[in-house]
């Protein structure tokens, strides 16, 4: 009778958890005027999100995640957060039939996640607040994001940036036009120090391309033909986000 007791609390406590966990994620969350704040947990034994990392290559993860819906405004840009002193921090958003808009991993600095998004229509989205390594808990704010600087790529774009340990990447906003073809340049004077790597957004912050090696020697370089007028993303930063140094960005029309 007590071993049969004992099964039926461990049962109950295991029911709880996952009614508890189930209702966590059923929750729909809005951002208000001052932004949303949620404190989270990812343990071990959470259920994981497939991650396209690579969309030309066809390359996907499995993380261990926490689920969030948010309601968004279409065409308003917000910049969401995920930061932790103990996880390795990585932000996915998917729409509301699953379908991946964004990821990110280091764009915050050090191991935390940053994604600049701007949802193509009003809903509910799905926020996976992930880790790439270990458990944890971790804070993930969203709320509006401020304006940064667009670039117009004209006769050709040169930006000089600089990484360090606390901006482990910069995103820059460059315009581009539907059918145009464009090669992004990041070169670096000492890749030893700095092994550039780029990745390209597009104007709802879905991942278009990203390289490694594509250039001489350890620079990135992406050539693409513009799906799309509008203003893109490029996120400059480094194999594995552990590079430190100065480098160029060039943008260019391809003739």
Known sequence: MARTLGCCVVWGLVFNLSVGRAAAQDKVHSV?????????????????????????AKVTIDLPAKMYRIKLNGGKSYQLDMVSDEIDSFLVVQDDKGMQLAFDDDSGGALNARLRLTPPK?????????SLKGAGPFTLTIGAAKPVKTYEVGKGLKIEGKLERNNASIIYQVKMTEGKTYVIDMLSPDQKALDPFLRLLDPTGKVLAMDDDGGEGLNARITIRAPATGTYQIVATSFGAMGVGDFTLEVKEKE
């Open 122 to 130: 009003d809903g509910t989205y799905k926020v996976f607040a992930a």
């Open 32 to 56: 208000g005027k001052d932004g949303l704040k949620i404190e989270g947990k990812v343990e071990a034994d959470d259920a994981k999100v497939k991650i396209s990392i690579n969309p030309n």
